[in-house]
């Protein structure tokens, strides 16, 4: 067994590093990147303020396992 414990994958949104966060108020993880977008700077939709209200797991195990096996989002495929 080789695998990194802890190897996030990257956004799937805008392929930024990943981070994990406690949530010590509800005692939860979330993962998200801290990316900001567009001219008003909206986070990104993978970004650790939009996680932190959809995506929310008891151990941090849970949600780094959840977090590496989202699909990778690809909109703009097969579209002619
Ligand atoms: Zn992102």
């Known amino acids: 067994m080789s695998k990194k414990k802890n190897h996030l994958k990257p956004c799937p949104f805008c392929g930024k590093k990943a981070h994990i ?4 108020l509800h005692s939860s993880y979330y993962i998200g990147c801290k ?4 001219e008003l700077g909206s986070p990104c939709p993978g970004s650790i303020a939009h996680q932190s209200s959809r995506f929310c797991y ?3 195990q849970l949600a780094i396992e959840v977090w590496n096996r989202r699909p990778q ?7 002619s």
Request: no cysteine; glycine share 12%.
């Open 21 to 24: 966060v406690q949530n010590s």
């Open 35 to 38: 990316t900001f977008i567009g």
């Open 58 to 60: 008891v151990t941090e």
């Open 73 to 79: 989002e690809s909109n703009d495929t097969g579209k």
